[in-house]
């Protein structure tokens, strides 16, 4: 088992075997989104939110990295869960504190890539002080590893 995984790994490092990056939410012509907006409660979690919804992708794939792409509201700190909902998994919990409507932070990357099995429905929430701070979140996803 190890040496058709040590096989693949190496494959996928010097080319040979095609990996696919995709941002979630897609940017279509119909829904040109900024990602998906978290909205958080006054001072508690807010409701959990598509990113990736269930069975969206219909490959294994790997969670790769997190965006915020817009804020609203007064700019404040926020913490942000991603779970693998189908999974019952809270795969990354980090904090950001946008200063403007554009956060213009660097992404979020994952410690370790989080495989995900096909289908699965990938959402995000959010706590700030205030219900009216939103975020919008986005996640680069791997296929193909």
């Known amino acids: ?3 058709s995984n040590l096989r693949r790994a190496y494959s996928i490092m010097l080319g040979m075997q095609p990996v696919t990056y995709t941002m979630y939410p897609l940017f279509t012509g119909a829904t ?5 907006v978290l909205t958080p409660g006054a001072g508690v979690w807010g409701a959990l939110a598509d990113i990736i919804a269930a069975a969206a992708i219909a490959t ?5 990295y997190t965006v915020f792409t817009l804020a ?5 700190l926020h913490e942000v869960r991603i779970n693998n909902t189908t999974a019952a998994v809270n795969v990354m919990q980090i904090r950001v504190d946008p200063t403007a409507a554009s956060p213009n932070t660097n ?3 994952f410690p370790i890539p989080v495989h995900c099995n096909i289908g699965a429905q990938i959402q995000g929430q959010t706590i700030a ?9 986005s996640i680069l996803v791997a296929t193909g590893l």
């Open 107 to 109: 992404p979020f990357p």
């Open 72 to 76: 609203a509201g007064a700019f404040a």
């Open 32 to 36: 040109m989104t900024a990602g998906t």
């Open 129 to 137: 002080a205030n219900a009216a701070d939103k975020i919008s979140a």
């Open 60 to 64: 294994e794939f790997w969670l790769v």
């Open 1 to 3: 088992m190890a040496d």
